[in-house]
């Protein structure tokens, strides 16, 4: 079982910045792969980003330039930096931690983003 715990979501004007954290704990393996995924009202959940435990990113086109995802092995946290926030990035925010036994997700963190 792996538990994922989340932070830093909030309320921001347009063109403001955020940064969400996510930790993991439990049976964590090495070779991972964590991200970020978001699901506004009425939409299905899609990708923002993901970051292999080698450092590999991928992000959504849509984020692409506004967002950085990090993360830092040692503590088994996953960072997303955003940026130039816009209000259609309005949505709750998960944590997601893959691997080959299967993947978990965290509770969500809304970010609000007025225009």
């Known amino acids: 079982q792996v538990q994922l715990v989340e932070s830093g979501g909030g309320l921001v004007h347009a063109g403001g910045s955020l940064r969400l954290s996510c930790a993991a704990s439990?049976?964590?393996?090495?070779?991972?792969?964590m991200g970020w995924y978001r699901q506004a009202p009425g939409k299905q959940r899609e990708l923002v980003a993901t970051?292999?435990?080698?450092?590999?990113?991928n992000y959504a086109d849509s984020v692409k330039g506004r967002f950085i995802i990090s993360r830092d092995n040692a503590k088994n946290t996953v960072y997303l930096q955003m940026n130039s926030l816009k209000p259609e990035d309005t949505a709750v925010y998960y944590c997601?931690?893959?691997?080959?036994?299967?993947?978990?997700w965290g509770q969500g963190t809304q970010v609000t983003v007025s225009s």
């Open positions: 970051i292999s435990s080698g450092g590999k990113r």
């Open positions: 439990g049976k964590i393996f090495s070779i991972n792969i």
């Open positions: 997601r931690y893959s691997h080959t036994t299967g993947g978990y």
